[in-house]
């Protein structure tokens, strides 16, 4: 990562942005999150649950109209922010004091700017495409109040964290997303393999919360504000090394919420949950955070180059990681999964390269919401016609059964394998660009994970679409209904469009003001690697092809695999590791600590109450409660005191 | 007349009160040893009045005869109460202070 | 220093006898003696008025409250001398010894100052010079003294008075408890008869005759009747010849001499007046002869 160092960087261009007042539609800004926030609390503390009242069969649709309402609300101001000058495009609403203790002051403020203008379009957009293809697909389920209301609550706390101007507000929605999804992925709580897919997913976002929950404290205590403008402008005066251990930690908590290694392990199981959770929550919007984070925090890794690489090296990893769990897979929602995992490495790997990748981190990660939440819809559109199956083994030659389902995941897998034309091919191409702009290795690890990315989604299309049918029986594939192909065929269009987006470079002017602007020269021409990123994916493409296309798919899974594929299979081991590393000594401990508190602690505290308790059962003795033993001690206390008298005198 | 056979025979007659205390049951008889005890003690002021030659160990004596009286009043009370309640009068029977 | 001599051995001995004696009355009068002994060792040394109190408030008074409470007690009683808590004896004995040997070497081996001797304080008279600190230098102390005594007397007061726990029985109720009783146990519930009076005789130790000639128990005290001089014959010879003498005069006095002169049950004398079924106890009786006895309990 040599050439990391000699890049030159632009650190006072964050700290250039002046945030304005809050006037006319951006006043209302605060709408956005309260409208699903009060749809949330209404649906979920609303009358008693299960008794079918109004809100059991109407609820749903209050939560997709909340989300609905937030997306327009979001939009308006999006279209004023267009209007905006571009010096007044950062904009900021204190509604109220949270905390106020001593000089430390938080206050509840929307800050709203580029960054978060695309980020409330894409949660609210894809969000309420989601819950409208949620009513059809949780239309049986009894509780899809709750569903709707957990949902609901997940994009108000969403926008909680994108629309924070302070580190703990920020928190505050970074710890709601989290409860969000950690209540969604267990939403069928009768499963047990939910739950404790819910409970993991907890636990593990809980180390990466410490990190982030470090850093914001780490800024209270050298700069003494968490505001986050404000911790911009002086970590510039900071040490070298308050901008590194920053800069670490919140990677550490930006890993956590986006299942980057080496906290991936959560994001595979998280599968256990509804699919739409899948696609809004683990795939679209709340595993790109960390994303978020780090490009928020530009001006912290702007100074850090340790930090940076650290972000470029876990996204490189995440990346193949990722791609290598998704090759393996047969479920189709954790090869998705995989894929996803994979494509947060390339926006890591982006976010880590400075101002010259964060635009086209931003840029992939809106184009991934699209395609990616696109295809996890079209995976559950096949869920839904094939009795909930998730084994693409048993899959096969659904393209005639399911022409919109179909056409709308091809359209999200042309999109992620980067086919020309297709939003993926613009974002992923200026990734790995960038990538190899800055660091040939960072660029390769990004050129080879389009290669594999090409290959396994090839072969997820392949197993499901294409080939024998492979059908349990008493399966009868169908097309979903309207209410859920309407949302696919919309994120279809903006899989297949949402590249538009860099014409003429408008996200990277866009953003500019946000996080800086770079550009590296490439040592070839940028048309040498583009093709070159073409051949890969053809490669890949053909790959998988010559696979699985022109042989027969097992309808098993075959046992004598490479070790590749049996590494994948157990997502390379992570959770083998974690045990290894983590849960067995942590038992141990926890074990030895009981130990030593019921043996040492307990026993010395037992042990003292007992000795007094001894001592005055003996000293009980000395009370028989006979006058005369009484005198006889009075009697011989006047011996010893007389014969003490007489030793005074005496000496 | 010597003094110190007046101050022995008063220690001696303090020692057998004391251990008469210590060893009688009947409270009756303890009283009596308490008194006993207490006349050794007059002795022992009387015979220092004679020695220094002014009347203060008499006034002391007096004084302890005065509080011996009111003593056993009470005392002799107290033990008609209790001899009222246990129809005993031993020591050793009002020992309810006891573990 | 004779005198001293003679008496301290008594004092010794009578102060050992309270300790050891059984008997608490033979306690006291050992105590008694001691204080005898001790009023005459102040009038040895110049103390007459501490003489004269020892004599009148202790052997007189505070001795006299302790033969009266050993009254109340109980006089006759023994007490054991087995000790019953374990060591106390001991423990006695070691203390004791070790205290008294102890005071009495420290005495021995102190030195006192030429002895003064009361002959200046004493010379307008013992009981001047006490009366002259008295009410000078101990004046408070004194008053103080009259309140402690004050407080004791009424302290004795309250410690030996017996509340009342239930109403003060009327006439009335105890003579429903006595026919209560008489019906239940028949309990005579009248006055036992007096005894019997004889111009010749004390008439204290003599029985009441009954109409047939037969002595009336309950006449007679018990505790004479349990020392055993209670005359149950009820003719001394003198008067068993004058008896014989009016027999021999008419053979209608044969039925005196033939009536038993024995000691009969209690209850012989007015149970003669009494209807006979009313002898048996209440419980034998049949059931439609109760009314009275009903009435009775039913009040």
């Known amino acids: 990562m040599t050439s990391l160092s000699t890049v030159v960087l632009a650190a006072s261009e964050h700290a250039d942005v002046v945030p304005v007042a809050a006037d006319g539609v951006f006043s209302w800004l605060w709408l956005v999150v309260a409208i699903p926030a009060v749809s949330a609390a209404i649906l979920l503390i609303g009358d008693g649950a299960g008794d079918h009242g109004p809100l059991d069969r109407f609820g749903h649709l209050l939560g997709t109209l909340a989300a609905i309402a937030s997306f327009v609300v979001g939009l ?74 957990f949902l609901n609550l997940f994009i108000a706390a969403m926008l909680v964290l994108v629309l924070a101007g302070d580190y703990l507000v920020l928190f505050l929605g970074w710890e709601g997303v989290g409860l969000a999804s950690y209540l969604l992925i267990g939403f069928w709580q009768e499963k047990r393999s939910a739950a404790v897919a819910a409970k993991k997913a907890f636990v593990v976002n809980r180390v990466g919360d410490l990190g982030l929950a470090l850093g914001i404290m780490l800024m209270f205590a050298q700069f003494g504000t968490t505001n986050i403008h404000d911790v911009g402008l002086n970590v510039a005066n900071a040490s070298q090394g308050v901008a590194t251990a920053l800069g670490l930690l919140l990677l550490l908590g930006a890993c956590g ?75 189709i929602k954790k ?59 048993h899959y096969g030659a659904l393209r005639t059964m399911m022409p919109v389902t179909f056409v709308t995941f091809a359209m999200g897998y042309l999109a992620i394998i980067g086919f020309p034309g297709f939003s993926g091919f613009f974002s992923k191409d200026k990734v790995i660009e960038a990538a190899f702009a800055t660091n040939f290795w960072a660029g390769l690890a990004a050129l080879v994970g389009a290669g594999v990315t090409a290959f396994y989604m090839t072969r997820v299309m392949i197993m499901t679409f294409f080939g024998e049918k492979r059908w349990r029986e008493g399966v009868h594939p169908h097309e979903s209904p309207k209410i859920m192909t309407v949302p696919l065929i919309v994120l279809a269009a903006l899989s297949v469009g949402g590249g538009a987006l860099l014409f003429s470079s408008w996200i990277v002017d866009w953003l500019a003001p946000v996080t800086g602007e770079e550009h590296h020269e490439l040592p070839v021409p940028p048309i040498v690697i583009t093709a070159i990123i073409v051949l890969v994916v053809a490669a890949g493409i053909a790959l998988a092809y010559v696979l699985f296309g022109r042989r027969a798919i097992p309808d098993t899974a075959p046992q004598k695999v490479s070790v590749f594929t049996r590494a994948g299979r157990a997502d390379l081991y992570g959770d083998a590791v974690n045990e290894a590393l983590f849960m067995r000594p942590g038992q141990y401990l926890t074990r030895s600590l009981v130990y030593v508190d019921g043996s040492g602690i307990d026993g010395a505290v037992n042990g003292t109450a007992e000795l007094v308790g001894d001592g005055a059962r003996g000293l009980r003795r000395l009370q028989t409660g006979f006058v005369r033993t009484y005198a006889a001690e009075i009697f011989g206390g006047a011996l010893v005191l007389v014969l003490a008298l007489l030793a005074v005198n005496l000496a | ?35 006993l005890m207490l006349n050794a003690c007059n002795l022992a002021f009387v015979t220092f009045a004679r020695a220094n030659g002014n009347l203060d160990g008499q006034i002391a004596a007096f004084f302890v005869m005065v509080v011996a009286a009111a003593e056993v009043v009470v005392g002799l009370a107290i033990i008609v109460s209790i001899y009222r309640t246990r129809r005993s009068a031993s020591v050793d029977d009002a020992s309810l202070l006891k573990l | 220093m004779t005198a001293f001599w003679l008496l301290a051995p008594i004092m010794v001995v009578a102060a050992l006898g309270v300790v050891l004696s ?29 003489f004269v109190v020892q004599i009148i408030v202790y052997t007189g008074a505070i001795m006299m409250l302790f033969l009266f409470v050993l009254m109340l007690v109980g006089v006759d009683k023994t007490d054991s001398l087995v000790e ?53 230098r101990y004046v408070f102390v004194f008053e103080a003294t009259s309140a402690l005594l004050i407080t004791a007397a009424l302290g004795a007061m309250v410690l030996a008075h017996r509340e009342r726990l239930e109403p003060k029985p009327t006439q009335r109720e105890l003579a429903l408890q006595r026919m209560q009783r008489y019906a239940e146990h028949g309990e005579h519930p009248g006055n036992l008869p ?26 007679t005290s018990k505790t004479l009747r349990d020392r055993g001089v209670v005359r149950d014959g009820a003719f001394s010879g003198d008067v068993a010849v004058t008896l014989r003498k ?27 007046a009494a209807h006979p079924a009313d002898n048996r106890p209440a419980e034998d009786r049949p059931a439609d002869d109760r009314p009275a006895d009903d009435e009775v309990t039913d009040r």
């Open chain 2, 1 to 35: 007349m010597n003094v110190e056979p007046f101050i022995g025979l008063s220690a001696l007659l303090f020692t057998i009160g004391a251990v008469g205390v210590l060893v009688r049951r009947n409270a009756i008889i303890v009283f009596m040893c308490v008194e």
């Open chain 3, 22 to 50: 059984r008997k608490a009355v033979h306690s006291a009068l050992c105590l008694a003696v001691v204080m005898i002994s001790l009023a005459m060792m102040y009038a040895m040394q110049d103390a007459p008025f501490l």
């Open chain 1, 257 to 331: 919420k986006s299942a980057q290694v080496p906290l991936q392990s959560w994001l595979l199981d998280a599968m256990e949950g509804p699919t739409p959770v899948s696609a809004l929550i683990h795939a679209a919007t709340m595993v790109t955070a960390g994303v978020y984070l780090v490009v928020r925090s530009a001006a912290i890794y702007d100074l850090s180059e340790v930090a940076r690489t650290a972000v470029v090296v876990v996204g490189a990893v995440t990346l193949l990681y990722g791609a290598w769990i998704g090759c393996a897979k047969d479920d």
């Open chain 1, 335 to 393: 090869a998705l999964a995989g894929s996803t995992m994979s494509q947060i490495g390339y926006m890591m790997l982006a976010a880590g390269l400075g101002p010259a990748g964060y635009a086209f981190a931003i840029f992939h990660l809106i184009t991934h919401g699209f395609f990616k939440a696109n295809m996890f819809l079209g995976a559950g559109s096949v869920m839904h016609g094939m009795n909930d199956d998730v084994d693409m083994r």
């Open chain 1, 76 to 149: 308006v101001a999006f279209i004023a922010l267009l209007g905006q000058d571009v010096a007044e495009r950062a904009i900021t609403h204190d509604l109220w004091t949270w905390m106020q203790v001593g000089g430390f002051d938080v206050t509840m403020s929307v800050y709203y700017d580029q960054l978060a203008a695309l980020f409330v379009l894409l949660i609210t957009g894809v969000g309420s495409l989601i819950h409208v293809y949620s009513i059809g697909y949780m239309a049986d389920d009894p509780r899809k109040r709750r569903f709707f209301g």
């Open chain 3, 246 to 272: 009016l027999e021999s005069d008419g053979p209608e006095r044969g039925v005196i001499e033939s009536a038993p002169i024995s000691v009969t049950g209690p209850r012989a004398p007015k149970d003669g």
């Open chain 3, 84 to 136: 019953t808590i374990p060591g106390q004896r001991l423990a006695a004995a070691v203390v004791g010894i070790l205290f008294g040997f102890l005071v009495v070497t420290v005495v021995a081996q102190t030195t006192v100052g030429p002895v003064i001797g009361l002959g200046d304080a004493n010379a307008d008279g013992n009981v001047h010079g006490l009366a002259r600190l008295l009410f000078n």
């Open chain 3, 194 to 219: 007096t005894p019997g009076v004889y111009a010749r005789h004390n008439a204290v130790d003599v029985p009441a005759l009954l109409p047939d000639g037969s002595p009336a128990e309950s006449s």
